[in-house]
């Protein structure tokens, strides 16, 4: 199946999809916003036509005792939106702290600090989609050894 995962922020959104085993996740681009709602999923639907995307999982940021603000609230509302357009499944996944964790994955890789404004969405999506996968196959093995 193809899984794309997407990191919405205010300004961009950073794209990462699934290899076709659902084992890796890579890299797939960075969208600008518009500012309007409906031209910013306009862009992100045309992306998922693009990749082929079968299932959608979501990056949510809650706080750190797991509750939901104000900026995940934007992006349920912006998700509910998309879903409209297109009806496919998707998944929120917490998201804390991946932002922080591809910056400094991006620093270690010895990524300047321009290019790391560049890519930095796309990595913290491809952090969320691997932790979706990752949790997925433990899950799938949990019930084959049980």
Known sequence: MRITALDIGEVRIGVAVCDSRETAAFPSGTLRRHGT???DIELVAEKLRELET??????LPLSLNGDIGPQAQR?????????KIMPIPM???????????ANDL???MGTSRARRREVIDQMAAVLILDGYLRDREHKMKSKTVS
Do not use: H, N, R
Not at 54 to 59: I, N, Q, S, T, W
Not at 75 to 83: T, Y
Not at 91 to 101: A, H, K, P, R
């Open 37 to 39: 709602l409906k031209k």
């Open 54 to 59: 079968e299932a959608l999982v979501v990056g």
């Open 75 to 83: 992006i349920q509302g912006f998700c509910k939106a998309l879903i």
């Open 91 to 101: 998944e929120y996944w917490d998201e804390s702290m991946t932002s922080v964790e």
């Open 106 to 108: 991006l620093i270690e």
